[in-house]
């Protein structure tokens, strides 16, 4: 995580040092805020990526059933695996589901040697020879032609082109036995064949099902809790980010207020033309900078009434510190507002600049409550 350590350093050996002329170096003082405003952009940009992540998690958690909600906190609770050690284990997890899948396809390949063995079997060993038995209208009544040929290549394939599922295999079978029953007429040879083998096969095929039905419920379990841990491992890696933000805020709120020590700290006697002068700026404020303004006042001075309806402002009852505030806030305010008022309809992210500018000097101009530092 970035810290702003050195330059909180920096900030006390200006403020302790002896800058030339004994005043504090307002172009210096502009870089700090210039960084300042550099980091106030990464942290929005994690704070939007924060807001993003557990948007998106809400809208998962209203769609889950209300009984995992204990499960997920309950499993909160234990050591969240890293990113990498998941994938290991996602990678563990296929590869020993894909070996007991493939146990399933070689006792399903016993089941398709004793149909095939059958003495009715032999029409259906291999594709349906169409021209040489002049079945020309065999493509407009059959959509996928199948045969126990092609099903024993596809259980060999070595490309990745084979079959994945042991269902996969069982479907390419009923279809060989439905498209000879859909083709031929019901009292053919052919027909009734295929339809006494289908009945043998699904007969077979109810005795492996079970075995079938329990890996399948096994993957998807093992599928649920690996999307879980997944999920824990997100929401730890956010709640991480969530704390060294909250870190950061504090390190930015520590710099503004070095900074508005540093300046108070410097103040040297304001003089008549100068209070004169920022008599008058007050005047061009906005009423919403305005009401600012009075508020620094009120800060160093209980009895004033920033809130009366008619306000009475003596500069020359004010502190140096208040007067010093005063004149920082309404420089930089006016700067916002002319920049703001030149610019409309101009550059966007000039105007966000600036309206970032304006918040931290108000933020340095207040005499801030002191933050305790996040743990």
């Known amino acids: 995580m970035e810290t702003f350590g050195a330059s909180i350093s920096e900030v006390r050996n200006v403020a302790t040092g002896n800058p030339k002329g004994g005043t504090v170096e307002m172009g210096g003082f502009k870089q700090r805020v210039d960084e300042i405003i ?50 290991q284990d996602a990678s563990r997890r296929e590869a020993a589901a894909s070996k007991r899948m493939q146990d399933l396809m070689r006792q399903f390949g016993t089941i398709l040697r004793q149909i095939t063995q059958h003495k009715w079997a032999w029409p259906f060993m291999q594709p349906v020879d169409v021209e040489g038995l002049g079945l020309h209208d065999y493509y407009e009544v059959i959509d996928k032609p199948m045969d126990f040929s092609t099903v ?18 069982c479907a390419d079978v009923r279809l060989v036995f439905k498209n000879a029953m859909k083709y031929n007429d019901e009292r053919s040879d052919v027909h009734v064949m295929a339809k006494t083998l289908l009945a043998k096969f699904e007969e077979k095929w109810l005795q492996l099902l079970p075995k079938v039905t329990e890996e399948e419920t096994r993957r998807e379990e093992e599928e649920a809790e690996a999307q879980l841990t997944l999920q824990v491992a997100q929401e730890a890696a956010q709640a991480k980010m969530a704390r060294d933000l909250s870190n950061e805020l504090y390190e930015v709120d520590v710099i503004l207020e070095e900074l508005r020590e540093m300046v108070v700290k410097r103040c040297r006697k304001m003089s008549t033309e100068e209070k004169r002068k920022l008599g008058d ?80 000097c108000n933020a340095i101009a207040k005499t801030k409550k002191k933050t305790k530092k996040p743990t």
Do not use: C
């Open 281 to 360: 700026a007050l005047t061009r404020l906005s009423p919403e900078d305005l009401s600012k303004a009075l508020e620094i006042v009120a800060q160093n001075n209980p009895s004033f009434q920033a809130t009366a309806e008619e306000v009475d402002l003596d500069m020359d009852a004010q502190s140096e510190s208040t007067l010093w505030r005063l004149k920082f806030f309404v420089k930089e305010a006016l700067e916002v507002q002319g920049k703001n008022s030149a610019s409309v309809g101009g550059n966007e992210n000039q105007n966000n600049n600036n309206k970032r500018k304006k918040e931290l």
């Open 152 to 169: 024993k290549n596809q259980m060999e394939a070595k490309d990745g082109t084979g079959y994945k599922h042991v269902r996969e295999i």
């Open 38 to 87: 550099s980091k106030v952009d990464k942290l929005e940009q994690k704070v939007h990526d924060i807001d993003n992540f557990y948007s998106s998690m809400n809208k998962k958690q209203s769609n889950m059933p209300k009984g995992n909600s204990a499960t997920k906190d309950k499993d909160k609770e234990k050591h969240v695996p890293s990113i990498k050690k998941q994938q």
